[in-house]
Every structure is written in structure tokens, then in C-alpha cells.
């Protein structure tokens, strides 16, 4: 078990095998590389706390809580680095925030994990617009 403290839920105690490894860390946050999940409350949004700084927390969910029909292409060299043998080990989340009470969740920095191996990492979804 890892204890560690954060400014949102005190000291929190999580098993090895739930710490996430993010090898290049988060946008933003490249020196931040182990994280864990937290639920939230009794929703389908959770916490992605960072373990070595108790002040990074994102709150996250499941893009198609938002976007039914979502759908993210995942390049070769991607599944190379997360080692995602199987598309079931695949998770995808994207960070939500709360702007004059409207929920908003960035579809163009999507964090992807390899369940089996605890390993993440963020992408950036480029737009096109005409």
C-alpha cells in the first residue's frame, strides 16, 4: 500500500497495483507520473489524483457519459506505447470541469489507459473545422 496526502481528501492509502504510471506525465504536468483513481461520490465521474502532489486532482469520466456515440481512433504507435494487446484493456476518460454551472468535458486532450498494466497517457485530439 501507498499513503500519501492530498488537499481535497486528507491522507489516502491506495494498493501498488492501482497506481496508474504515466511515463511522460499529464499536459501541463509532465513531471507528475503516478496517479490513482477515486470515485466520486455516487456518480459515474471519479478523481484522478495525483499521488506525488497533493494539490493535482482532475475530475474525469467516461466520454460517452457525455458523447453516446464517441469514438477515438487509436493509432498503432499509441497501442505500442500503452502495450494494448487487446482492445479490452483500453480505457478512455476525459477531464470535466464545471464553468457558470455548465458541465464541460475536453474531448481534445482524452486520457487513455491500458487497464491491465496501470499505464496512461494524454493525447491531443487535433480539430479540423470548414
Not at 509532465?30 to 494539490?55: F, G, M, S, V
Request: charged fraction near 25%; proline fraction near 6%.
Amino acid at each position: 500500500m501507498i499513503t500519501f496526502e492530498t488537499s481535497r481528501f486528507g491522507t489516502l492509502e491506495v494498493a501498488e497495483n492501482k497506481v496508474i504510471q504515466f511515463p511522460e506525465g499529464l499536459l501541463g504536468f509532465p513531471e507528475i507520473n503516478r496517479y490513482c483513481l477515486i470515485d466520486y461520490k455516487d456518480t459515474p465521474l471519479k478523481w484522478l489524483q495525483a499521488i506525488d502532489d497533493p494539490h493535482i486532482a482532475f475530475i474525469v469520466a467516461d466520454p460517452k457519459l457525455f458523447a453516446p456515440d464517441f469514438e477515438l481512433p487509436i493509432d498503432y504507435e499509441t497501442k505500442q506505447t500503452l502495450e494494448i494487446a487487446d482492445d479490452e484493456d483500453l480505457a478512455i476518460l476525459v477531464t470535466v470541469r464545471v464553468e457558470n454551472e455548465i458541465v464541460i468535458a475536453n474531448f481534445n486532450g482524452p486520457i487513455l489507459l491500458n487497464a491491465s498494466i496501470m499505464r496512461g497517457m494524454q493525447i491531443v485530439v487535433e480539430t479540423t473545422t470548414t
